[in-house]
């Protein structure tokens, strides 16, 4: 049996889906799987953080409009045939990235039609409709099968977790120092236990395709862990 290709798609505005690709990555390669990962990378370089509060509300703004970012066009090996092709970045305003929107833009067509697909979101806690949206678009661009997503929101209570993100957007620190919002809001981004929830999903995953599993019964619950007090 020949081993199962997969390619890793991926876009991460604050190394947050980064960093949980990487452990998924290591688990994957635990199985006899062909990986190919692929980082998707804006024409302009979008600063991190954003900087000032008005910065923030417009682009916040924009992207619940679904506003494009141009990316850089990727490797031609890029547009071959796979077992399984993982879509991931994160949620912005209750949608995909503008940069995983302008790669489906102009390249979706091509690389994803009859291609089984796997959404992989990073967010603050609201993933369904950036969801229903990415499978609308990958429908419209001829994907064969699109599974049900992996999913790691930020371990954070509301609204201290809203607030943390947006004052983080903003170039403020709200998990520094002693302040009193330190105590609700601990640490920006994924916790070290989803990274190695992560890894796990990765072994998972490099099992199934090895044992032959079709890509519409790829099933992955991923927990929610309790959110810090």
Known sequence: MSKKRVLILSYSYSHQTRNLLKKLVAGLRESDVEIVWERLSPVQELRFPIGTVFSTILMMFQTFFRK???????????????????????????????????????????????????????????????????????????????????????????????????LKLAGKMPESGTSWFRKYYPKYGHSRQQTETACELGKKLGQDLASGKEPAALHFDTPIPTARR
């Open 68 to 166: 494009r970012y141009p990316v850089q066009h990727v490797a031609p090996k890029v547009f071959q045939q796979w077992d399984l092709i993982l879509l991931a970045g994160p949620t912005w305003s209750y949608n995909p990235s503008g940069v995983v929107l302008s790669f489906l833009d102009r390249d979706g067509d091509r690389l994803f039609k009859g291609q089984a697909v796997l959404p992989f979101i990073s967010c603050r806690g609201y993933w369904r409709v950036h969801f229903w949206g990415l499978r609308s678009l990958l429908k419209k661009c001829g994907a064969g099968t699109v599974c049900s997503p992996i999913v790691f929101t930020h371990p954070n209570r509301e609204p201290w977790n809203t607030i943390g993100v947006f």
